[in-house]
């Protein structure tokens, strides 16, 4: 049962899948499904293309399920894995989306500390490189004096090479003892973008690289949000920004259209319908002419300096 499960999540379509993943969540909540599995396949899942087509709220049903799982882990790499892999998902998805994983990051940040220490960058020493310098001689008015390689190493060498008879052969390999303080040395510092098992792709090491590129992205809400969980700063936002920051909203907001009228509080409107007479918050929710250079927000800042211009 569990396999035809599964494979809904990896051949279905990007609906179905998602609807798929929340159930396996439900499942891996009350620990009746591995969680090692669930977890490989929503990492698998997140390089989908189909995740740059989906609706608001397919999207939102995805990031739900994304926050709730990284937020129930006990797994840290596995977590961090998660984390780096969203802030590459952020990069290429439409603005809206990249908002919405920002706000998630923020909130495990701010939730879990023990995933922040990953924004600061690892600490490098340099190791003073210690030269020889009895190969100066004084009275060779600084020339070089260079000495030949030990014979030793040349005879290891060829007879290397004379017991290989053929190209065809197969090789014995010995088992080698390699000490623990190399293996983390080598694990920490190595990331692996296309492995498989999120908890083992080497995450660990420092979020910056994906953070640093999103402080330069096009949408200057998406800026401001990433230049937050850089700074490790709160984002104070409280709306959806599957719908503030949609193309459909700036074009309504590019022809100067009125917000609707707030006649029912979104408490007395059933949770089906609320998606649909969502109200923007705060300014984005009120009409473009009573915008000023005070009031407006960063990606309103666009609208309000063409419509100056055009005035």
Known sequence: MQDTIYRLVHLADIRISIQTLSLLLQLVGKKSVKSDRFYNALYKKMLDLNLTNIGAVTAANFLHILHKAIYIDSNIPRCLAFIKRLLQLALYVPAHVAAGCLIIINKLFKSRRELVKTLDEPETTIAPVEVDLSKFDDDSDGEEIYKDVDDEKNNVDSTKKEKVSSSWHHVKVQSV?????????????????????????????SLRAELLLLCQH??????????????????????????????????????????????????????????????SY????????????????????????????NA
């Open 177 to 205: 003892e390699v000490p623990e303080s190399n293996v983390k040395e080598i694990a920490g510092n190595k990331y692996d973008p296309y492995h498989r098992v999120p908890a083992f792709a080497g995450a660990d090491n």
């Open 218 to 279: 096009f949408h200057p809400t998406v800026q401001v949000f990433a230049e937050s969980v850089l700074n490790q700063k709160k984002i104070s936002y409280y709306g959806d920004p599957l719908k503030d920051f949609s193309l459909a909203h700036f074009l309504e907001r590019f022809v100067f259209k009125n917000p609707k009228k707030n006649e029912k509080s979104l408490s007395e409107v059933p949770q089906t319908v609320q998606h649909k007479n969502y109200i």
């Open 282 to 309: 705060g300014s984005r929710g009120k009409s473009v002419k009573s915008l000023t250079r005070t009031n407006c927000t960063e990606d309103e800042k666009f609208i309000f300096n063409i419509w100056k211009r």
